[in-house]
């Protein structure tokens, strides 16, 4: 089970809902996934204009909690602001905090990450940053008492997948709050190495909803993620450097 604050989860992935080619694929996939955490990005859908077009009428909310994220904010402050809408809404108390600090890269900006993370849980928020693979600042913001932890595996949207296991292992292990790969899985493969990392969920967007057939991709990510998960429980066996018999040398006829 993944436990965020008070809340418990049975699915160890993430759905963001963005992107997708049409609301009944969105929903489709959604419903496959069997997400129960669904991610939006409160700039671009206006929760307050019953006249807009809006996914959240055609899920049934009550199988869902909804994790509004910070996208587009730039500073701790327009961060905060955005929070502090979604918060309004009455729709949840989570909110991933999101403010990108390189226009090129979409690579977050860990300094007003921090400061937008501390203002927020001074508010009552449940906090889950999404940061770098930054070993240091995980760290720091896991002092700071938010709730889970979102370091990226790339560049958001690159599909590139996890370019430092190393940095995301070090995270996890350091980390006493949930680990949530989020941004650059491309792939099952990707999303089940980092479960087999240890961590404790994966979210995933364009991964899913970029996919050729979104509904698909989004039953192979629960299927990965489930697997990935089930493997780091299991142990597996260390690497070496030279072959291993994989027969018993004992008992042999001579």
């Known amino acids: ?77 327009e961060a905060v602001r955005i929070a502090k809408l979604a918060k309004a809404s009455g729709l949840c108390d989570m909110v991933k ?53 979102m370091p990226g595996a790339s560049p958001i949207g690159s599909g590139k997948g996890i370019i430092n296991p190393f940095n995301l292992r070090m995270i996890i292990e350091q980390s006493s709050v949930p680990v949530i790969v989020d941004a650059g899985i491309g792939s099952p493969k990707d999303a089940a190495y980092a479960m087999e990392l240890g961590a404790d969920g994966v979210l995933l967007n364009t991964a899913v909803s970029g996919a050729a057939d979104p509904v698909r991709m989004a039953y192979a990510m629960k ?9 780091f429980e299991a142990g597996r066996i260390p690497e070496k450097n030279y072959a291993v018999a994989s027969s018993p040398n004992e008992g042999l006829f001579t």
């Open 1 to 77: 089970m993944l436990q965020i604050a008070d809340k418990t989860f049975a699915s160890r992935l993430l759905l963001g809902t963005g992107k997708y080619p049409s609301f009944e694929v969105q929903v489709e996939a959604v419903d496959i996934s069997k997400a129960e955490i669904l991610t939006f990005a409160v700039r671009r859908m206006d929760i307050f204009e019953p006249s807009q077009p809006n996914f959240l009428e055609q899920l049934d909310l009550e199988k869902y909690s909804l994790l509004p994220n910070t996208a587009g904010a730039k500073t701790a402050e």
């Open 97 to 149: 905090v999101e403010v990108i600090g390189c226009d090129r890269t979409l690579l977050p900006d860990p300094v007003e990450t921090l400061r937008a993370s501390e203002m927020l849980l001074e508010e009552g928020f449940i906090v889950l940053p999404y940061t770098s693979d930054d070993v240091v600042l995980a760290k720091r913001l896991v002092d700071l008492g938010v709730h889970a932890i």
């Open 223 to 231: 299927l990965a993620i489930e697997a990935g998960r089930l493997g």
